[in-house]
């Protein structure tokens, strides 16, 4: 199975959704597509115009909870590696019907969301796995560490985001 990943942000370049339903009909082999427009009008057309059974999921984390409204399964997310419980309570809630505690969690979350793309992924999110004491960060050129300033910032939005969760009782993995 291939999943088509569109993200116009790092190609220069917009798959559109006639281009994604002509390869998810001509290919039987491509089963899902990553949206990472952040255009949910585009979102929407995809999912009208390809196949029963196509799955399309937010390469947003910030837009997952709004593109579930609209038929996305999940996210492919940068998040994930440091609040990937919190993600799967969210999606679970809004599947199961229990959009308020959803809309919670997203609000509690979507501060990181924003933090983790301050700079080019995977910059981020590799400082707050080393923050986290999950990996030690090492990045290659072009991309270069935080500075100290962001760096803090992202600290304080992970102690934040943890004591959020807490709070709202959430399966805390921060």
Known sequence: PIILYNIPGRTGINMEPSTTAELAIKFKNISAYKDATGNLEHTSQVIESCPKGFLVFSGDDGLTLP?????????????????????????NSFLSGKIERAKEI?????????????APNPTCIK???????????????????????????????????????????CNVSV
């Open 67 to 91: 593109m579930l409204s609209i038929g996305a399964c999940g996210v492919i997310s940068v998040a994930s590696h440091i609040v990937g419980n919190e993600v799967n309570d969210m999606i």
């Open 127 to 169: 400082a707050a796995l080393s923050i986290k004491g999950i990996i030690k960060s090492n990045l290659r050129l072009p991309l270069v560490k935080l500075n100290e300033k962001d760096l803090n910032e992202l600290k304080a939005i992970i102690e934040e985001t943890e004591k959020q969760l807490v709070t709202a009782h």
């Open 106 to 118: 997203h609000h509690k979350l979507f501060p990181l969301f924003k933090a983790l793309f301050k």
